[in-house]
Every structure is written in structure tokens, then in C-alpha cells.
């Protein structure tokens, strides 16, 4: 079956440092989104990208974040300036047309330290 | 109140019994409902996908809406030790809106 791939798995840094954390959607989806779950707590949207703009973003995707994706394939999510509080589980996830075919990532772990 | 309120659990049952999860909410917009399975340290797997209120089963799971109540539940039968997860529900306002999950329901199926 075809998965959504997120690399690094675990991505360790300094606060203050910037950080891109990586995703390859499926190959032929078009949604495609950001979600973070902070241990112990819920999973919680960031932002959805549909036809190479943002579609819709949360109230924690401020300006130290954005999105892009630089290719055909790839989609990223990029943190400025990393604060303690951004230290947790972000899961990628895209679907082709409808919300309930939406397929995660397995994640990658941000830790900040 | 919160949106999307779920029993964090753990709930421990037999191999063999009917595991029945649910998750209540508050706001009266969502129509798309979602039952997703997570491993530890892994992503979301979607299990269930329902449509306004009603039933729907797939298997050895059925999920059920009712929108007048503002609950949902997942029931699985049949449980196996490969059951045991963290479950949540999920639900959005429109097909490709965001999905607001709730906490988790942690199952164990014990042997």
C-alpha cells in the first residue's frame, strides 16, 4: 500500500535554531497537511496546502512557521526560530480528494532543547 | 467545554470481548466523523469513516453517529491482542476542512 514517507524519524536541536522537517505524500494526492502532538496531549491540525497555497492554518502555525514543496514530491514544514513548546511529534498527512482518505506519516520527533 | 471530549482510558478487555469506545462533542457543524488507530510512535491509521448520523460496519468494526446527541462510538468485536492501541475520534465541518481529534482511547486485550 502506498504511505507517506517523513524523514528525519527524530531531529534534535537547539532553541533558536531553524529546523526543516520533511514529507513525500502520495504520489497522487493533492491535500496535504501538518499536525503536531505534543506528548500525552491531542493530535492538532497546523495547516492544509492545496494547489501550492495554504489553505487553511491553526492558530499555532504563526509566523515562525511555514510550508512549501520545493518539487514535484516533497513537502515541507519549516520552524524558524525553534522554541521549547515546538518539541513534539509532527505527522504529515495527505489525501487525494475527500478528508476521510487522509493518511499519516509516521511522524518525525522534534526535540528542543 | 471542550470540542471533542474522549475517555483517555486505559480500557482493558479479554481476547475475544467487544471493545465499544466512544467520543462526545460540542460543536454541531462537524459532519465528517473519523475513527483512527495509533500504534505507538506511529501515525494515525484510519479505521472508520462515517457520514452524518447512522451506522456503518467494516468488518469487526462498526462505527455509529448520532448527531442529535452529539456522540459517537466504535465498537469492535471480536478483539485480538493486535486490538491494543491508542484510539481516537476525529471530525470536520466539510470534506477537506481540518479534522479535531480528540485525546485517545488507550485499549489493552489481554490473551
Known amino acids: 500500500e502506498p504511505e507517506v514517507t517523513q524523514t528525519p524519524s527524530h531531529q534534535v536541536t537547539q532553541m533558536g535554531q531553524e529546523v526543516i522537517l520533511r514529507c513525500v505524500p502520495i504520489?497522487?494526492?493533492?491535500?496535504f497537511y501538518w499536525y503536531r502532538q505534543i506528548l500525552g496531549q491531542k493530535v492538532e491540525f497546523l495547516v492544509s496546502?492545496?494547489?501550492?497555497?495554504?489553505?487553511?492554518k491553526s492558530e499555532i502555525f504563526d509566523d515562525q512557521f511555514s510550508v512549501e514543496r520545493p518539487d514535484g514530491s516533497n513537502f515541507t514544514l519549516k520552524i524558524r526560530s525553534t522554541k521549547l513548546e515546538d518539541s513534539a511529534m509532527y505527522f504529515c498527512?495527505?489525501?487525494?480528494?475527500?478528508?476521510?482518505?487522509?493518511?499519516f506519516g509516521s511522524g518525525t520527533q522534534l526535540s528542543v532543547l | 467545554q471542550k470540542e471533542v471530549e474522549q475517555d483517555p482510558g486505559p480500557l482493558s478487555v479479554p481476547e475475544g470481548a467487544i471493545v465499544s469506545l466512544n467520543c462526545t462533542y460540542s460543536?454541531?457543524?462537524?459532519?465528517?466523523f473519523m475513527w483512527y488507530r495509533q500504534y505507538s510512535r506511529k501515525g494515525p491509521e484510519l479505521l472508520m469513516y462515517t457520514y452524518s448520523s447512522g451506522n456503518k460496519e467494516d468488518g469487526r468494526f462498526t462505527a455509529q453517529v448520532d448527531k442529535s446527541s452529539k456522540y459517537i462510538s466504535l465498537f469492535i468485536r471480536d478483539s485480538q491482542p493486535s486490538d491494543s492501541a491508542t484510539y481516537l475520534c476525529?471530525?470536520?465541518?466539510?470534506?477537506?476542512?481540518?479534522?479535531?481529534f480528540g485525546g485517545g482511547t488507550r485499549v489493552l486485550v489481554k490473551p
Open positions: 496546502f492545496y494547489n501550492n497555497e495554504i489553505s487553511e
Open positions: 498527512a495527505s489525501s487525494e480528494l475527500q478528508v476521510e482518505r487522509l493518511f
Open positions: 460543536n454541531s457543524a462537524f459532519q465528517y
Open positions: 504520489s497522487n494526492h493533492l491535500y
Open positions: 476525529a471530525m470536520s465541518k466539510a470534506a477537506g476542512n481540518k479534522l479535531t
